[in-house]
């Protein structure tokens, strides 16, 4: 990962112009996509607890539903649906963005102003993806359990202090450490394909929606891959302390 903190500048004028980029892409990344995150956090927390609790049924377990809960979506779901919205929404713009203002040379008259690109157009993006993507998940989060608390309660009533207190005795301090790791590095990952794709644009306008593209198909194979792969470290160190 690029270390964002060497991006942050020391001057004063140019912090606050870094903090004016920072506070726009967050807006655009996070903000605009609340009410996204809330509709598909309390979709797929409904559909999760209806399967759970038809299969729990049978069986007497109801007691688990926190448990699963906290597997699927705040485990699994949530970063991965974090990371899928932040593609389709932020990344491609990010591609874009940058590609057409190589096409316009007005990076090169960035450079040409001895303007550091990295701390003016690169860091405060960085920045608002990493923290964007976890504010977004964690939106996903508690739109889910509102979802999945419905859901529960669709046969028959489930008071919501025992279901709250089902998912507080089922999380444990590493998912919350390893929640909030996959998301920033997923969310910082994610930005640093589709900054490297869009600033790969040679000159032609033309090139502009391929680069993109291709920053959308990258980006979907690191965050599903880093995915997997923080997972696997996740279960293989709660194995290892069992």
Known sequence: MLPILEYIPHDRGQRHEFLRVFLRQTYYTFNQAIPLMAILGV??????????????SFVGGNDSLGQIVVVVLIRELAPLMSSLVLIARSATAVASELATMKVQQEIDALLAMRINIKQYLLGPRLLAATISIFCMAVCFVMAGIVGAWFG?????????????????????????????????VIGQAIFIVAIKSGMSLKKAPFEVPIVTNQAVVDALFVAIGMQIFISGIFYLWIGLKI
């Open 43 to 56: 979709f797929a927390g409904l559909s999760v607890a209806l399967q759970a609790r038809l299969g729990l």
């Open 152 to 184: 529960c309660n669709f046969w028959n009533y489930y008071p919501l202090f025992q279901f709250l207190n089902s998912i507080s005795l089922s999380l444990a301090p590493a998912d919350i450490f390893f929640f909030i790791a996959k998301t920033c």
